[in-house]
């Protein structure tokens, strides 16, 4: 009887046609027992080669001793070699049709050596003993559009290190999983984004540009290690989103770029398969086995390690084959368009086996243009993604809010035209990462006046997020006013929250977010004017905004009013949408938020006088850069 392990026709026919939905379980270095004998079965595909071996620690990095044998046609490279043991380093060596000798990492490894070094590791991740059920099953049973969202976007290596500089200071997974329970349990998020787990070589990609797309980043210690995160996360009800990087490669010598002396995973033509901008390789979504290397990874994060979502960067370079090119520097399709037909397919094969085998889990869309049906199913000629990130929002937000108050009345329209467009797709609210590096200032520095004016806008701008329809993120930092821009060589400046302005603005968060889960008007109906209705959208002169958010049902609704300006409104008055007492749950002024303490009375009674198409009106004084949350 065969080894389960080992190859066969069917795992070769699989693969071919692109459907092998577990082929990470037969590629790469296995641990296992063949007639009794232990050891280590080792897989590669590689169509153009010559010859491969393998070479490692088991055979002193010998170039002779270990060739793999060819299987079929396919191009796939198998041998079982007793020598070889759990942690010990190895490499596949391929000499291109032309002679040239390729040292390659293992393509479907599940673990790399610590950079510098670029092998691949023999490491077993079927042993790990999970005790997360209660938390998988709850959520293949959850509605995700009718339940918060709200994301706390962290890099690892970042949020927090050692200050004795071992390992670079670096937290393992284990210990980062205890601090970031220990902070969400504080600041109430429902989710974790990762940033770049999957094995990368340089530091300043941020794990974007990928070598190792089966192996989470050696940095943070083990494969088990990352599992005991997710189910630490898992265990204390919180989610885990994984940042996935199908869209393009960097051209490493031990990565994937000429694989096997060739153009293999990368598009041949470099018109399809280069990105100038970015330097890097563009997956060939035509060939079979690159699309099935990508559907099997996105079903290994998801299967094997139990993450609850992908949100998959840069899928606009993916859907455009003129993304960022420069006439001449781009293919057209076989219609003459430049829409990548391979990419279009493969998101909407991908999406489909997901859910299909994963009910629960989530897939997002790092998506910047106005492509259509995004996060519609492919049955409706959509992609199929769960959500998609609002990146309109997000540029006009982030303008509007740079502001001088005094020119905000002619922009302010930049904050109402998000909900022109909203119920076009399912959307996400990003302020990530990518809006504070790069010269572009924090968040915090983003906002215009004197440092006390800097906070009071920022409380504004997040309370108009929370408000608004759409699942939240945040990147880590942004929530107690982080000075700095984000850089990946060192932690977030957590000593700013011994300063009471830092630590207002933390506790503002997080209300925001406590309101946001207990509230079901803020997030059950997030893609529809139902769940939405403007009282005031056109008072540009004073820069004010008021809206109420509803639910399923008509209990709790909440009212927002907020002032963009420094100029106080003491007679303030809008029209409401219902008779009847208005309590007041929240006043960015307040002193405890390091506010200027402005009052507002804690329960307001409507008055019959017609305003803003109202037959009801509520009256009260609003602060200078002031937002007011009523209940009603």
């Known amino acids: 009887m065969a080894n389960e392990i080992e190859i066969t026709q069917e795992d070769l026919y699989l693969f071919g046609k692109g459907t092998h939905y577990e082929i990470y379980k037969k590629m790469g270095a296995h641990l296992t027992e063949i007639d009794g004998i232990k050891g280590v079965y080792f897989a590669v595909w590689a169509p153009n080669a010559k010859e491969v071996h393998v070479i490692g620690e088991f055979n002193d990095w010998n170039e002779e001793i270990h060739p793999l044998i060819r299987l079929g046609e396919i191009g796939v490279y198998a041998r079982f070699i007793p020598e070889a043991k759990e942690n010990q380093n190895y490499k596949f060596l391929i000499t291109s049709s032309n002679g040239k000798k390729l040292y390659k ?10 950079r510098p070094g670029t092998a691949s590791k023999i490491t077993d991740i079927t042993s790990f003993d999970w005790k997360d059920e209660y938390w998988m099953s709850q959520r293949e049973a959850k509605d995700t559009f009718m339940e918060p969202m709200s994301i706390y976007e962290c890099h690892i290596g970042s949020f927090m290190r050692h200050p004795n500089g071992k390992n670079e200071g670096y937290y393992t997974y284990r210990e980062f999983a205890d601090r970031i329970v220990s902070y969400l349990k504080e600041m109430p998020y429902t989710h974790v984004e990762i940033m770049g787990i999957a094995e990368y070589p340089f530091d300043g990609s941020w794990g974007y540009q990928v070598t190792g797309y089966y192996a989470p980043t050696s940095r943070y210690g083990t494969p088990s290690d990352f599992k005991y995160l997710v189910e630490t996360l898992h265990k204390n009800e919180i989610g885990i989103i994984l940042d996935w990087v199908p869209a393009h490669f960097p051209k490493d010598a031990h990565g994937l770029a000429e694989f096997d002396g060739q153009a293999l995973f990368e598009h041949p033509d470099s018109r399809r398969g280069e990105q100038p901008d970015w330097g890097t390789k563009i997956f060939n979504y035509e060939k079979s086995e690159v699309s099935n290397f990508l559907l099997a990874n996105a079903l290994f994060w998801v299967e094997q390690f139990h993450v609850d979502g992908l949100r998959v960067d840069a899928v606009a370079s993916m859907l455009y084959l003129d993304y960022a090119k420069e006439d001449g520097e781009w293919l057209s399709n076989k219609y003459g368009g430049n829409e990548n037909l391979a990419a279009i397919e493969f998101f909407k094969h991908l999406n489909s086996v997901i859910k299909k085998r994963n009910p629960g889990v989530i897939t997002i ?3 910047s243009t106005a492509w259509p049906k995004v996060t519609d199913t492919p049955e409706n000629g959509g992609l199929g993604f769960t959500y998609k990130w609002n990146m309109g929002w997000m540029h006009d937000f982030c303008e509007y809010m740079k502001l001088d108050p005094f020119f905000r009345k002619d922009n302010h329209y930049k904050m109402t035209f998000a909900m022109s467009y909203n119920e076009s797709e399912r959307y996400i609210l990003p302020l990530s990462h990518d809006e504070v590096v790069h010269l572009k200032c924090s968040m915090l520095n983003k906002m215009p006046g004197y440092m006390m004016d800097k906070f009071a806008n920022l409380r504004l701008g997040y309370t108009y997020m929370f408000g608004h329809e759409g699942k939240k993120l945040l990147f880590m930092g942004q929530d107690f006013g982080q000075l700095q821009e984000w850089s990946e060589k060192r932690e977030l400046d957590w000593n700013l929250l011994a300063e009471p302005n830092h630590k207002g603005m933390q506790t503002y968060v997080r209300e925001l977010l406590l309101l946001y889960k207990e509230y079901a008007c803020l997030h059950e109906i997030d893609s529809s004017w139902e769940g939405f209705q403007w009282m005031n959208a056109d008072d540009a002169d004073r820069s004010i905004y008021s809206f109420v958010r509803r639910g399923k049902t008509d209990q709790k609704e909440l009212l927002f009013i907020i002032n963009m300006t420094p100029i106080a409104r003491e007679d ?19 002193a405890r938020f390091g506010g200027r303490g402005h009052q507002i009375p804690s329960l307001l009674n409507t008055k019959n006088i017609l305003c803003n198409n109202q037959q009801q009106v509520i009256q009260f004084p609003l602060p200078a850069y002031g937002a007011a949350v009523f209940e009603y």
Not at 572 to 588: A, C, I, M
Request: without cysteine; glycine residues 6%.
């Open 105 to 114: 990492a293992d393509p479907f490894a599940n673990f790399a050596e610590y």
């Open 365 to 367: 869309a790092e998506e």
């Open 572 to 590: 303030y008055q809008v029209g409401v949408p219902r008779k009847g007492e208005y309590k007041l749950l929240l006043n960015s002024d307040d």
